[in-house]
């Protein structure tokens, strides 16, 4: 395929996907963005969000209605180099592996942490599992690249 690029999502952990893919869209640090064939060589942050692999090849996480397999994320780092696209993330889930009840758990959990009175330090740690939660349920829902409070 032409306008393949070839993609590796490596977290500490394993190897969550390896193959082609038309595109990859990452939730970056200062706004998302999206990688191409013959994209400039760079290296970028990436935070919580969806991380999208655009791919018209099967495999057993794609959504055969949109050709694109959507993974939650927690952040990494994202390098290109002609024309391969290794993904560094601290964690990454495809959607249809998240576990929606354990995500609304920790979401409460979170938010009930949150309303009581706690440290500077201990309020971004908290307001970072409640985000991690919050969209890891979007993914879960397919509701990517919609915004809830």
């Not at 050709?67 to 696209?85: C, M, P, Q, Y």
């Not at 309020?123 to 939660?133: G, I, L, P």
Request: proline share 4%; aromatic share 4%.
């Amino acid at each position: 395929m032409a306008d393949e690029l070839t993609v590796d999502i490596v977290t500490p952990d394993e190897r969550s996907f390896q193959g082609p893919a038309n595109g990859v869209r990452a939730p970056g640090i200062e706004g998302s963005f999206e990688v191409r064939r013959d994209h400039a060589p760079m290296i970028a942050a990436f935070g919580i969000g969806p991380l999208i692999v655009k791919t018209e090849a099967a495999h057993e996480y794609a959504d055969m209605h949109n050709d694109r397999i959507v993974f939650a994320t927690s952040g990494g780092f994202l390098e290109i180099i002609e024309n391969k696209v290794m993904v560094l993330a601290e964690t990454v889930e495809p959607a249809s592996d998240i576990d929606v009840e354990r995500a609304e758990s920790a979401e409460e959990r979170a938010q009930r942490r949150l309303s009581q009175e706690v440290q500077a330090e201990e309020r971004e740690t908290y307001e970072a599992a409640r985000d991690r939660a919050r969209n890891r349920l979007r993914v879960a829902m397919g509701k990517v690249g919609t915004r809830q409070s």
